[in-house]
């Protein structure tokens, strides 16, 4: 794969006018990439436009050589002169930790100084901590020097030289997370799968319900779902998972409205009023494409009614909730009800006063915070809905359970833009370059965090979103787990292409969320797919988080698929993704006739195809070779070239066969494969050019396949020996 080389070396960057001096120094400083190597090897030098606006989306002005200078001064004397943050120790160091952080420490203070350095040993706060987890019973200070086994956590430094006194953080993280078991499981877009019981979306009885049938009929290990991150709490909701309005809670659409006490306590016209209201959803989302804004109109109108009847009665349980989640809840909260207020979720088209999340508009404004209350009571209701579903995954006797996707950003105008706008960057989205598959490199829209920034640089936003998904399952997957690392910041105005990389602290990143896994007991899978740097893998893979091996890019050197055994042990093996067409649509070459029409292909449309028929000719004859296909390749691909259908669900079987073969300890089935699904989720580099993330779970007809009919057999076309 592709790599970005180092910026520290590099003295000039390209504007097409000459070089400006000091201006790769000061990138190099704030992280920066002055060039990197493209998807093809071939290196690309970053605009200086490109550097300077980046580095001014992390608060640095480059725009004259004198601001440049400037810039340097005060990044030297802020170096020289202030206390890391946090300093990271993992017990396979190797060191003591008393000279470890010695050592960090005295990158700081004049080498003269005579340090003492003590701990407080759990003296700082859990974020989201456990259901039993335990807080340690008291709070000690002792002396680093001698020190060598903290426990693992997070603990405060008190740093003491020159008659100064200073604070930092040490976290000791664990060595490596445990391994999970080989198992396999299903994956899916939970809104897609739709059963006799949900209302026009999946949600988390559906959830439930797929852990149980899989974890007790079929011998699943995990089911692997979209984020379910909270969405807009007034139309319209936005479709896509992977564009959230907050990535910390948890969207109310995914409840299953029964399941909630106050339903069975509607007088009985209510119920039957929603009752129908709910048979419409359901027809709806059979007859065509999702619809978030019906569904959430109805459901919303029957929380409503719900809240109304459950009164402000005092409810110990839900203070409790309340209390745990600390003010995170009621900022979020006060978003949703000022959104409401406003009729609008972008809190960039709201008065100039409610911009401001601390803000005295928003903070003494009583009845904001008495709207609120409602949608906390819909975030508690969420807490005991996701409990369950990995409890039903648990007592279906999976090891693992539930595995939440974490999504890599959210939108600029997001609840969490505004809850936490300080700390995320202003003026750049993160996307990725060109690649392969979208040769126009992609704009997610989303905002990136600043590293650097003294208000981010504990990870506290990642670190309390990796426990708040890690309370209700077994594991959690990094969507685009290059952001560990470093991300690609496109400015404002710029094309996709446009961009540059930004560098995070991988090591320190790495630590907060594998302590978050260990103390919660889950693992972590990190979607290393695309254009990945030197090292990453292997970083990942030395802290126990598995990567992902994709099927179709899982090649050798010499283009052609990797023999199975080396396969990578530590990953998730599928086959596809949700960015590509189920296995069924992509041997046909449904996704190179789709980006065609859209016009998302840099290159003629016969080369494609020629590629592509050389790439499923390469399979199809390991496939053979293996003995998981029996036809010979050759009237395998004479049938695909003629467009016929009476190979498909062979080779859908076969490919799946194969990642049985190779080490890797979890396998994922893409439910859309399993039930003979041909069209994509999703397709990069579009929004409404195609019904993204609006598409049902369907047969190869196109007709919506129930969770009901998987679970009596009359639908599950895929399952010969998918298990490893």
């Not at 290196?43 to 300077?52: G, I, K, L, M, Y």
């Not at 060191?95 to 010695?102: K, S």
């Not at 609008?344 to 601390?358: E, F, K, M, Q, S």
């Not at 009571?377 to 996707?405: C, F, N, S």
Request: charged content about 30%.
């Amino acid at each position: 794969m592709a790599d970005d080389k180092s910026v520290a070396g590099d003295k000039s960057v390209a504007d097409g006018k000459g070089v400006a001096d000091g201006l790769s120094e000061l990138a190099a400083a704030h992280g920066v990439a002055t060039r990197y190597s493209d998807w093809r090897g071939h290196e690309v030098r970053v605009s200086r436009a490109t550097v300077v606006a980046v580095l001014g989306a992390l608060g640095v002005d480059a725009s004259s050589p004198g601001a440049v200078r400037r810039e340097l001064a005060r990044h030297r004397e802020r170096r020289d002169s202030r206390l890391p943050t946090i300093i990271v120790r993992r017990p396979r160091d190797g060191r003591r930790a008393a000279d470890r952080v010695l050592d960090v420490l005295r990158r700081h203070v004049p080498a003269s100084s005579e340090l003492e350095v003590g701990v407080d040993v759990g003296a700082l706060e859990v974020l989201a901590p456990p259901r039993d987890f335990v807080p340690p019973s008291e709070q000690r200070f002792q002396p680093l020097d001698g020190f060598d086994e903290l426990p693992l956590g997070w603990h405060r430094l008190r740093v003491r030289w020159d008659g100064r006194e200073a604070f930092t953080r040490l976290l000791v993280a664990p060595a490596a997370l445990r391994p999970p078991p080989r198992t396999w499981g299903f994956t899916a877009q939970l809104y897609s799968v739709l059963s006799r019981g949900s209302w026009g979306l999946g949600d988390l009885r559906d959830l439930a319900d797929l852990a149980d049938w899989s974890g007790r009929e079929l011998g699943a290990g995990f089911v692997l779902v979209n984020p379910m991150h909270a969405t807009e709490p007034v139309p319209p909701v936005g479709p896509s998972p992977y564009a959230p309005m907050s990535r910390r809670f948890a969207s109310p659409i995914y409840l299953r409205v029964e399941d909630m006490p106050e339903y069975a306590a509607l007088p009985p016209e209510e119920r039957e009023r929603f009752a129908d209201l709910a048979a419409g959803l359901r027809l709806r989302a059979r007859e065509g494409t999702l619809d978030r804004d019906a569904v959430w109109t109805v459901k919303k109108a029957a929380f409503e009614a719900m809240y109304r009847l459950r009164g402000d009665r005092p409810d110990p349980a839900f203070d409790d909730f309340r209390k745990r989640e600390r003010g995170a809840i009621e900022r979020f909260a006060t978003w949703c009800a000022i959104s409401e207020e406003q009729g609008t979720a972008d809190w960039r088209r709201w008065p100039p006063h409610l911009r401001n999340a601390g803000g005295r508009a928003v903070v003494e404004d009583a009845a904001y915070h008495a709207r609120a209350r409602f949608y906390e009571w819909l975030l508690w209701r969420l807490d005991e809905q996701l409990t369950a579903a990995q409890r039903a995954a648990k007592d279906a006797g999976m090891p693992i359970g539930v595995v939440h996707d974490l999504a890599v950003g959210v939108p600029h105008g997001s609840a969490d833009a505004w809850m936490f706008g300080g700390a995320l960057a202003s003026g750049v989205s993160v996307g990725a370059p060109p690649d392969e598959f979208n040769q126009r490199g992609q704009d997610w829209g989303l905002r990136p965090w600043r590293p650097g920034d003294p208000a981010t640089e504990d990870y506290r936003l990642l670190r309390a979103t990796a426990a708040a998904a890690l309370r209700y399952g077994g594991g959690i997957r990094l969507d685009h787990a290059m952001q560990v690392s470093r991300l690609w910041w496109i400015p404002e105005g710029a094309s996709a292409a446009e961009g540059t990389y930004v560098r995070h602290d991988r090591d320190a990143l790495l630590a907060c969320m594998t302590w978050e896994a260990e103390r919660h007991g889950g693992m972590i899978v990190g979607e290393d797919l695309g254009t990945v740097e030197p090292g990453l893998r292997d970083a990942l893979a030395d802290r126990g988080v598995l990567g992902t091996s994709l099927l179709w890019f899982e090649l050798g050197a010499d283009g052609r698929p990797k023999p199975a055994e080396r396969w990578r042990e530590l990953s998730l093996a599928t086959v596809g993704t949700h960015d590509m067409p189920p296995i069924t649509g992509f041997v046909h070459g449904d996704h190179i006739a789709l980006r065609d029409r859209l016009g998302l292909l840099t290159r003629a449309r016969a080369d494609e195809e020629a590629d592509h028929r050389r790439r499923i000719a390469d399979w199809l004859d390991v496939l053979y070779a293996e003995g998981l296909l029996t036809p010979a390749p050759e009237e395998v691909r004479r049938a695909l070239e003629d467009g016929s259908d009476a190979y498909d669900e062979q080779i859908v079987t076969a490919l799946h066969d194969y990642l049985t073969r190779t080490p890797a300890r979890l396998i994922g089935v893409s439910l859309a494969d399993a039930v003979g699904e041909r069209r994509t989720q999703n397709q990069p580099g579009t929004t409404d050019e195609y019904p993204n993330w609006r598409i049902p779970l369907a047969g190869a007809d196109g007709v919506p396949v129930l969770l009901d009919d998987l679970r009596d057999g009359a639908a599950l076309r895929l399952f010969s020996r998918a298990s490893p």
